[in-house]
C-alpha cells in the first residue's frame, strides 16, 4: 500500500475537518487508519474530496475502521447488503432522515459510526449539516446539567418526525422490520467510550419522552433540548461534491440532511458501524 500523508483543514470553530491529500483507493496503510480514527475522534466528522471508490472499497474501508452493522429498515444493495442506499427520487418531496438525528437511537447498542459516500448529486442544495453534542452539553447550566445526568430516555423507530421521512423508502424497499416499532432506554448524557467526555444523547427525530415520564411531562424539557442543540455556533455545514465521503462519529455529533432539491435525483451510500450500549 502506498503511504500517504494528509493534512486536516478545519471547516467550522465547532466540528468537522476535510482530510486532504488521501487517495482511498489506492490503499490505505494501517497507520492511515488509525490516523483517520484520531481525526474523527478530534473533529467528530472528517470529509474526503475527490474519492473515486467502488461499492466493494467502500466496504473494505470500513470493516477496517470497526464492526459494520446491516441497517434495519431499508434493504441494502443487492450485492452488498451493509450498504444502505439512501435515495430521493425527483417526483419525491420527503428526503431520507431529513432531521435531527443520530442514526438509529433506537437500537439497544446505537452504531458508533457512520461513513456516507456520494453517488449521485442534484446540480445544487442536498448539503448535510452536523452538531457537536459535545458542546450542547458543556454550554448548559451546572443546574440543568446535574438534573440532566441522573435521567434516562426513551427513542422509538416509529417517533412520527422521523417515521415520516422513511415513508417513500419503505414503500419501495423496505424490510420486515420496517414495520415494526424498535425502542430502547439510553442515558440523557452519555460518556463517550474513547474520549471521557459527556455528550448530550437525546434528538428530535427518535427521542418520544423521558424514562419514568409521560411525553406530556418530558414535552417542555426535550423541546428546549431539541432547540438548544442545533445551535449555529455548534454546527458545521457540508456542501457535497462528485467523490465526497462523510465519516462521522454517532456517538458525540448529530447530522441533519437538508430537504432543498425537489426535482432532482439525489443517491448516496451509508454503511454503518457497531456501537456499544451508552453509559
Not at 74 to 86: C, F, N, R, S, T
Not at 111 to 131: C, H, I, N
Not at 160 to 167: I, L, M, N, Q
Request: aromatic share 8%; charged share 25%; net charge negative.
Amino acid at each position: 500500500m502506498n503511504k500517504q500523508n494528509f493534512r486536516i483543514e478545519p471547516i467550522s470553530g465547532s466540528l468537522g475537518a476535510e482530510l486532504l491529500g488521501v487517495d482511498l483507493a489506492a490503499g490505505v496503510s494501517d497507520e492511515m487508519i488509525e490516523d483517520i480514527q484520531k481525526a474523527q475522534q478530534e473533529h467528530l466528522v472528517v470529509f474526503f474530496r475527490d474519492q473515486d471508490i467502488t461499492p466493494a472499497q467502500h466496504l473494505e474501508l470500513a470493516e477496517r475502521l470497526g464492526e459494520v452493522l446491516e441497517y434495519p429498515m431499508v434493504k441494502g444493495l443487492e450485492d452488498y447488503p451493509q450498504i444502505a442506499p439512501v435515495l430521493k427520487l425527483p417526483e419525491e418531496k420527503k428526503n431520507f432522515g431529513g432531521i435531527w438525528h443520530t442514526d438509529t437511537a433506537y437500537l439497544p447498542k446505537p452504531p458508533k459510526a457512520t461513513m456516507l459516500v456520494a453517488r449521485e448529486l442534484p446540480p445544487y442544495g442536498g448539503d448535510t449539516l452536523f452538531a457537536n453534542m459535545y458542546q450542547a452539553y458543556e454550554t448548559l447550566s451546572d443546574g440543568l446539567k446535574a438534573v440532566l445526568d441522573t435521567l434516562r430516555a426513551i427513542n422509538s423507530s416509529a417517533k412520527a418526525d422521523a417515521s415520516a421521512t422513511r415513508e417513500d423508502r419503505l414503500k419501495t424497499s423496505g424490510t420486515a422490520a420496517a414495520s415494526e416499532e424498535i425502542s430502547a432506554s439510553h442515558p440523557v448524557v452519555r460518556t463517550h467510550p474513547e474520549t471521557g467526555r459527556k455528550a448530550l444523547y437525546v434528538n428530535s427525530g427518535h427521542t418520544i419522552h423521558f424514562d419514568g415520564m409521560t411525553v406530556e411531562e418530558s414535552a417542555p424539557l426535550l423541546s428546549y433540548l431539541f432547540a438548544h442543540q442545533i445551535r449555529p455556533e455548534f454546527t458545521c455545514r457540508f456542501r457535497w461534491q462528485p467523490g465526497s465521503i462523510a465519516f462521522w462519529d454517532n456517538r458525540a455529533a448529530q447530522h441533519n440532511p437538508i430537504n432543498d432539491y425537489h426535482g432532482f435525483r439525489r443517491l448516496m451510500h451509508r454503511i454503518t458501524l457497531a456501537g456499544d450500549t451508552p453509559q
